[in-house]
C-alpha cells in the first residue's frame, strides 16, 4: 500500500500531504487528518512531517487557525469562549483556572514567527 | 492510591464534560486519585506542524508542572497525548533545546528534567481490563462501533507502540464489557476531525463515510476515546447524511462505557446529556 492510497483524504478524492509527496503541488499542505498512517506504511521511510512542515510554511496559514494560534498566543487556550466553568460546575467539575496572558507571553513572546 | 494529574485538553474540559466526568469516575473506582492541573495551559498541538516556533514551550510547562509535583500526566485527546510525547522525546534528544525551554519555564519558577510520563487514558483502561471485567454488573447487551484514537497509536517513532496500524487496546475493553465488537470498513480510517479547519466539508464527509460504514455493519453506537472524534463524529454529526433512518447514530465515550456495564448510574455517566 502507499500513503496515497492508505490517506482518508485522498480517498475522498481530495487532494492532501499524501497526493503532495506523489508531486502534486497544490494546496493540500493543510488537508491532513494527522492520523500518520502514511508514516507507518512509507516504504522509503520519507520524512513526511518534515515534508509538511516545509508545504505548511508554503502555503501560509488557514484562517480559522490562524484565530485559534492567535488565541493561544494571547490565553494560552484554544477556544474563543472561556466561560466554561459554569457548565463544568453543573457536571460536578471542577473550576478551571487558565494560565492567563502575562504567563503566556513569558512562554511564547518572541515566537510569533514561523516555524 | 496512585496520584496523576488529569489534562483534559482545552477541546474536552471546555465541550465534552460527561467525557471527563466518567474518565475520573472510572480512574477513581482504578485506584488512581486524580489531581488537577493548576493553571491549564493549551498543549501546543496546533502549533506543532510547523505553525509556530516555540511550540514545545506549551507543552514543556505543563510537564514541569506535573514534575514538580512528582506526579505523571493522564490525557483524554489523542492531539494532546502526541504533541506531549513529540516534546518529551525532542526534550530527551537535544539538551540545547531543553535548555533554551528551560530559560522560559525559569521566568515563571519552574523547571523540566524529562521525567514526566504522559499516557492516555485507554492505555491505562486498557492496562485494567481485568479489574474492569471483574466489575462489570451489567454486561452491554448491544453492538459497538469502535473508533480509535489515531493519535495515541501513530507515529510509532513518537508514542512507541505496537501494532500502530491495528491497535486493539479498544476492543479488548469493550468485549470485557460484554459487548459485541462490530467490524466495520471504515474502523482503521481517521474520523477526520483534525481536517474541520481547513476544509470543512471533506471534515463531514470522512465523519459521513466512517459513520455510515458503522450503521452498515449493524452497530448501534459507536464507542469514541478522544475528544476530536467528539467533536466531528457527535458534534457535527447533523451536519452529515447518514443511512440511519433518519436518526442520530449514538456516540458514547469509552469511560462512559465502562461506567454503564459497571453499574454506575446513567445520569452519573452523563449518559442522560447526550
Known amino acids: 500500500m502507499k500513503c496515497v492510497e492508505c490517506c482518508v483524504v485522498t480517498e475522498m478524492g481530495g487532494h492532501s500531504i499524501a497526493s503532495e509527496l506523489n508531486e502534486i503541488i497544490g494546496d493540500g499542505a493543510w488537508n491532513c487528518a494527522n492520523c500518520w498512517r502514511c508514516i507507518e506504511i512509507c516504504p522509503r521511510e520519507v520524512d513526511i512531517f518534515g515534508f509538511m512542515m516545509k508545504r505548511r510554511k508554503e502555503e501560509g496559514i488557514p484562517e480559522l487557525i490562524r484565530k485559534g494560534i492567535d488565541g493561544i498566543f494571547r490565553k494560552g487556550f484554544w477556544f474563543g469562549d472561556i466561560q466554561f466553568n459554569e457548565v463544568r460546575e453543573s457536571f460536578g467539575l471542577p473550576a478551571v483556572r487558565l494560565l492567563g496572558r502575562k504567563k503566556v507571553a513569558l512562554l511564547m513572546a518572541g515566537e510569533e514567527g514561523g516555524s | ?274
Open chain 2, 1 to 274: 492510591m496512585e496520584r496523576m494529574i488529569l489534562y483534559p485538553g482545552c477541546l474536552v474540559l471546555s465541550r465534552f464534560h460527561e467525557y471527563e466526568v466518567a474518565s475520573r469516575r472510572i480512574l477513581k473506582k482504578l485506584g488512581i486519585e486524580v489531581l488537577d492541573m493548576e493553571d491549564f495551559c493549551c498543549c501546543g498541538s496546533s502549533l506543532v506542524p510547523g505553525v509556530r516556533k516555540g511550540w514545545i514551550n506549551l507543552p514543556a510547562y505543563s510537564l514541569a508542572r506535573a514534575e514538580r509535583v512528582g506526579m505523571d500526566i493522564i490525557t483524554l485527546c489523542g492531539s494532546c497525548t502526541n504533541t506531549f510525547l513529540r516534546a518529551n522525546l525532542l526534550l530527551g534528544r537535544e539538551p540545547d533545546l531543553l535548555k533554551r525551554v528551560n530559560t522560559r519555564l525559569e521566568k515563571m519558577g519552574l523547571r523540566y528534567t524529562g521525567n514526566t510520563t504522559v499516557r492516555h487514558i485507554l492505555e491505562i483502561l486498557v492496562d485494567a481490563v481485568d479489574q474492569i471485567r471483574e466489575s462489570v454488573v451489567n454486561p452491554l447487551s448491544f453492538a459497538v462501533a469502535l473508533s480509535h484514537p489515531c493519535q495515541i497509536m501513530r507515529p510509532s517513532e513518537i508514542v512507541g507502540k505496537r501494532n500502530p496500524l491495528n491497535f486493539q487496546a479498544m476492543r479488548e475493553i469493550v468485549t470485557a464489557l460484554g459487548a459485541e465488537v462490530v467490524d466495520y470498513l471504515a474502523e482503521q480510517d481517521c474520523c477526520g476531525s483534525t481536517i474541520l479547519l481547513s476544509d470543512k466539508a471533506m471534515a463531514l464527509e470522512v465523519g459521513r463515510r466512517k459513520l455510515n460504514s458503522a450503521i452498515e455493519a449493524g452497530a448501534a453506537v459507536v464507542c469514541v476515546c478522544c475528544g476530536n472524534c467528539l467533536l466531528l463524529l457527535d458534534r457535527y454529526q447533523g451536519q452529515m447524511v447518514l443511512k440511519n433512518g433518519g436518526k442520530r447514530m449514538p456516540l458514547i465515550s469509552l469511560p462512559q462505557l465502562i461506567g454503564l456495564a459497571c453499574g454506575f448510574p446513567q445520569d452519573e455517566m452523563g449518559v442522560f446529556h447526550q
